[in-house]
């Protein structure tokens, strides 16, 4: 019997998390290859993982980017809120 590769609802979690094509192709030829093989698995893992390490990278960034304008906003802000005070007096 012939191994058979992944669903269409694994091939579309892939897709879905972002994997390019050359991740779902290689995910999917290991799947045929032999998913259940502890040594196959452990590849798909590791391919997984890296991508699932790339994205943190990307999350990060984009966090240093937001931390970056709320420091902006903040200093904005209480820039307005100093103007304020010194008008009232």
Same mark, same amino acid.
């Given at each position: 019997?012939?191994?058979?590769?992944?669903?269409? *609802? /694994?091939?579309?979690?892939? =897709? $879905?998390?972002?994997?390019? $094509?050359? /991740?779902?192709?290689?995910?999917?030829?290991? &799947?045929?290859?032999?998913? $259940?093989?502890?040594?196959?698995? #452990? %590849?798909?893992?590791?391919? @997984?993982? +890296?991508?699932? +390490? =790339?994205?943190?990278? %990307? @999350?990060? *960034?984009?966090?240093? !980017?937001?931390?970056? @304008? $709320?420091?902006?906003?903040? #200093? @904005? +802000?209480?820039?307005? /809120? !100093?103007?304020? &005070? *010194? !008008?009232?007096?």
């Amino acid at each position: 019997m012939e191994p058979k590769g992944p669903d269409r *609802s /694994t091939i579309q979690n892939l =897709a $879905d998390a972002g994997c390019d $094509d050359d /991740t779902v192709r290689c995910y999917c030829e290991l &799947e045929q290859r032999g998913g $259940d093989c502890p040594p196959v698995r #452990k %590849e798909q893992i590791r391919l @997984l993982g +890296k991508h699932r +390490k =790339a994205l943190l990278g %990307e @999350l990060h *960034s984009c966090q240093e !980017k937001i931390d970056c @304008l $709320d420091y902006l906003l903040y #200093k @904005l +802000k209480d820039g307005q /809120t !100093k103007e304020a &005070e *010194s !008008k009232d007096e």
